[in-house]
Structures are given as structure tokens and as C-alpha cells.
């Protein structure tokens, strides 16, 4: 009996434990949401999965929150972010008007680790070390914009390092990431990993990644003797300009710039020719970006100056790292930050043109006392003469009915005029303008008619300057294009006065002389 009794028990707790279990099979979360996935009324299905949401099930979240944003109510939501839903917390944000909902969603989702708010987030953070902070978590997490975003920041902060890590990391969905690290590389001398993502940068049609493969295969860094074996341009050519470049990335530079002057009309009536660019080798020619203590670009040209042999051309353009941009005698100094509307604007200062934005006083100073600039004038008020000459400027003095001058109400007052020096630039300049703008107006039914106007070049001097064109030039902002036709008149002529003659041989005289070595300053002066 008591057998019977215990056997009796043991099938009943059976029977409890089956149903028990059953019954969770039938509510577990798996069931759920696999019930919820079959129901077209969504909120029914957020409604069944709400019990496994809130014990915590991340299946049953995903889902509800799908659904929510399927929906698109903000009761659902809010529920969804309330019991933890990143994804719903970002949604909310980026559908907010509400720059404080947004902030604090978006911090709540961070928080919870979801990489796009910590992308966002970031981007609202006004310190660098709060916005760097959520940007790195983000990018760690693998979300692609953040990846990119460090790579652009550690690139652009010089941390050499980082920057390889983000950006090897980013090369394989960004090609402007991978073209800069294969740069990196190749600056290291690791020309095999610089080679293979130039390569993955051009799978993606990155133009410029293209180009290096290019170079790659057809050229290769030269030691500074190949200078002297120049040929001479032919001539015609009143100026041969050489572009040499101390780096793979400047030489792609300085043959981009020549290849599109060679499109650029404006200046095809120049007699400037722009020999094959030359790649040298790293420390061919030491440059700095502020060299001998001056703040501008420059290098040291006494390697070059005591070779004493005479070179065939006559200017030569250093394309390098990093500098700001100017001319010394026969030398032009660009970095790689430089665009072609500038070297335009450099290009004028080797035959002499001043800048048309007022100069620094000591600048000023030296180019309007000096006044021999092609495109500068200067100008003072003279006592008029008995008999004007074309060269003055002065208002007739009023003549009543009689034809008779009409008196002075300060007797005493000598009248002036505005006298432009020197007198043959100005007759240079009048006819030049004269016969340009005739030619306008038979070419236009809407001429442009040039005349000479102030300029601002001497403005920080107590002279008044002046250029012959009323418009604002490429001399007055280099990413303006307009060079006006006068200016090209101008530049001409002073390239055929001038044809020749080697400027450059006066930069590597100095060269030569500062470093003591006074047979090659004499070699390079006697030239």
C-alpha cells in the first residue's frame, strides 16, 4: 500500500512538470516572436511581445523594435527606448526637430553602445576629447562613417601613426582613404604597401590613385645632376621655366599643372614654355617651410649653384611639401596645398608684376619707391601747367556766358592735376588700352572697356598707386581667372624685352657667395 501510495505521488508530480513545461513552450520567447513575425496587425504583435521584451529578451527586442519603427508611433517608441532599445532611442533622435530630445537620446543610445548615435553624438560635441571619445567607440564598433572620420582626423593632425590604422581600415570603402595611406606608405618607403592600395583606391575609380599607377610605371626619382642636362628650349621660348618636385605627391602636382597649362588660352600668346617636369630624389634639395628663419617656402640652392654648369632654362618651380608660396628671382616656391590659379599668379611675378592687394608696409615700401612694375603706376598732384600735356588729368574751370573763366572763390588756391609716373608706362599703358578696348567693342555688343583706375598695392604707403584695369584681377586674388587682355599686351612685352634671360643664375650667385664659395658666385654672375 504505501508502495502504491509513493508510486501514485511520483506520477502526479510527473504529470504537473509536463504541463508546466508545455505550457512555457507554448509562451517562450521564441514562440512569441515567431507568432509575433505572422501577424499583419503590428500592433497586436507589439502587444504579444511586450512580456519578453520587458524580461529582457533580445530577440523580442529587436523585433519590437522594428516594429515600432515600422509604425511609426510615438507611444510604441518611447516604450521601445524606455525598456532599452538603442535602435528606437536613435530614431527618435534623428526624427526630432527638438535639439535637446535629440541630445538626450542620442546620449542614452551611446551609452547603450549603439555605434550610429555614438557617430552623431560625436559630431555634437563641442570639445575635441568629448568628440574624439564617442567617435573612436563608434569607429571600434566597425560603423564605417566613424572609421572614415578618423582616419580624416588623424590624417589631417599629422599623428602618422593612428592615421595609418584608421585609414588601412577604411581603404576598403573609401578610396580617398586608401590613396592617402598608400602616400603614407610611400613616404615611409614601404612602396609595396603604398603600390597595393594605390591599386585599391583605383578599383574604386579614384582618379588620383590612377594617376600615381601611372607615374609609378613611368617614372622614377632623379639625383639633382640630371638638372644639368637639360636641353635648352627652343628660341622662341623668351622664358624656359623647369618644374622640379622632392616627392612622389608633388611631382603628381607639377605634371597636373603643366598638363593644364598647356590647355589654358588665356596665356597661349605668351612665349613661356614649361619644360617635362623632373621627379628628384628626397634629399636632393633641402626645403623648408621657413627657411634661413623667413616665414615662406624655400630651399638651399648651393648644391646646385657649385656644380657650375649652365643650365638650359632660365627659371626653375620647386613643388614641395609645405610652405606658403612665393617668387625669388628665378625661383618659385609652391606646396602641395597650392592650386594651379596660384602658380598663375607666381608665374606673373617672374616677369616682374606686383601684387594688386596692398602690400605689407616694408613690401609696399620697396615695389612703390621703386615703381617698376609692368602693372603699377604711381601718381601726384602737380600745379597745373600753362599747356596739359596728355599725361594730366584736371576738371576745365567753368567760363560764364561771355566764354570768360569764371573767378576763383579762393584766389589764392593754385589749381592741381594728377601727374602718373613714369611717363612712358603710362603712354605704354594708354595705348595698349586704347587699341584693346577699340577691339572690344568690334568683338561685343557689350564691351568691357578697360581703364587705369587706383589699385590697392601701395595702399599702406602715403603714394596712390594705380593699374590699368578697373576690375579685380588674378594679381589682386589668385583664384580670380580674369587676366585681362591689356595685362596679356603687357606681359608679352616685357617676356620679349627680357627674352633670355636667366634669372635664375641669380639665385645660385647668392647661393654660392653666402656659403663663401666665391668662384662659383663669380661662374653664375659672369653668365
Known amino acids: ?207 588620383a590613385s590612377v594617376t600615381m599607377l ?94 657650375k654648369t649652365p643650365l638650359g632654362f632660365t627659371h626653375m618651380v620647386v613643388f614641395a611639401e609645405q610652405g606658403k608660396a612665393n617668387v625669388n628671382n628665378g625661383v618659385m616656391y609652391l606646396d602641395q596645398s597650392d592650386t594651379y590659379a596660384v602658380f598663375v599668379h607666381e608665374l606673373a611675378h617672374f616677369a616682374g608684376f606686383v601684387d594688386e592687394y596692398a602690400l605689407p608696409p616694408e613690401l609696399a615700401n620697396y615695389h612703390c619707391n621703386k615703381n617698376q612694375a609692368p602693372n603699377l603706376l604711381l601718381a601726384k598732384q602737380m600745379p597745373v601747367e600753362p599747356a596739359n600735356n596728355e599725361n594730366q588729368l584736371a576738371d576745365p574751370k567753368p567760363q560764364d556766358e561771355a566764354g570768360d573763366s569764371e573767378p576763383s572763390l579762393v584766389e589764392e588756391k593754385q589749381a592741381t592735376v594728377l601727374v602718373y609716373e613714369p611717363e612712358q608706362r603710362y603712354t605704354t599703358w594708354t595705348t595698349a588700352l586704347d587699341a584693346h578696348n577699340k577691339l572690344q567693342m568690334l568683338e561685343s555688343n557689350n564691351p568691357i572697356l578697360h581703364r587705369i583706375s587706383p589699385s590697392n598695392t601701395c595702399k599702406n604707403t602715403d603714394v596712390k598707386s594705380y593699374k590699368p584695369s578697373h576690375q579685380m584681377t588674378f594679381l589682386e586674388y589668385h583664384d580670380l581667372r580674369n587676366i585681362p587682355r591689356v595685362y596679356r599686351t603687357l606681359w608679352r612685352q616685357v617676356l620679349v624685352n627680357t627674352a633670355n634671360y636667366s634669372a635664375i643664375n641669380d639665385n645660385l650667385a647668392i647661393a654660392a657667395f653666402e656659403n663663401g664659395d666665391n668662384d662659383a658666385g663669380v661662374f653664375w654672375t659672369d653668365l
Open 1 to 207: 500500500m504505501i508502495l502504491l501510495f509513493a508510486y501514485l505521488r511520483l506520477l502526479l508530480l510527473a504529470s504537473v512538470l509536463s504541463i508546466l513545461v508545455f505550457a512555457d513552450v507554448c509562451q517562450s520567447p521564441q514562440r512569441l516572436v515567431a507568432q509575433a513575425t505572422k501577424l499583419d496587425d503590428k500592433e497586436q504583435a507589439l502587444r504579444l511581445l511586450f512580456p519578453a521584451v520587458e524580461n529582457g529578451n533580445g530577440d523580442a527586442q529587436t523585433l519590437f523594435t522594428q516594429l515600432a519603427i515600422q509604425l511609426d508611433k510615438q507611444h510604441w517608441l518611447q516604450l521601445a527606448g524606455d525598456m532599452g532599445s538603442s535602435g528606437a532611442l536613435y530614431y527618435n533622435a534623428m526624427q526630432s526637430k527638438d535639439a535637446k530630445s535629440i541630445r538626450r537620446w542620442l546620449k542614452k543610445s551611446s551609452e547603450l553602445g549603439h555605434p550610429q548615435s555614438q557617430f552623431e553624438y560625436a559630431l555634437l560635441q563641442r570639445k575635441f576629447d568629448e568628440k574624439m571619445k564617442w567617435m573612436t567607440k563608434s569607429a571600434e564598433q566597425g560603423y564605417e562613417p566613424a572609421i572614415i572620420s578618423m582616419a580624416k582626423y588623424t590624417f589631417e593632425a599629422k599623428h602618422d601613426d593612428e592615421a595609418m590604422r584608421w585609414l588601412s581600415k577604411a581603404a576598403a570603402f573609401d578610396a580617398s582613404s586608401a590613396h592617402k595611406v598608400a602616400n603614407l606608405y610611400w613616404k615611409k618607403g614601404e612602396k609595396e604597401q603604398a603600390k597595393a592600395f594605390f591599386k585599391t583606391a583605383a578599383e574604386q575609380d579614384y582618379a
Open 214 to 307: 601611372k607615374i609609378l610605371d613611368k617614372y622614377s626619382p632623379q639625383s639633382l645632376s640630371v638638372l644639368r642636362d637639360v636641353p635648352p628650349e627652343n628660341a622662341e621660348c623668351a622664358q624656359s621655366v623647369q618644374f622640379v618636385a622632392n616627392s612622389l605627391v608633388s611631382f603628381a602636382q607639377a605634371l597636373s599643372f603643366r598638363a593644364e597649362y598647356e590647355k589654358d588660352a588665356r596665356l597661349a600668346s605668351l612665349p613661356i614654355c614649361l619644360a617635362e617636369p623632373i621627379w628628384l630624389k628626397p634629399n636632393a634639395l633641402d626645403c623648408q617651410a621657413n627657411f634661413d628663419g623667413q616665414p615662406r617656402l624655400s630651399c638651399d640652392l648651393y648644391p646646385l649653384s657649385k656644380m
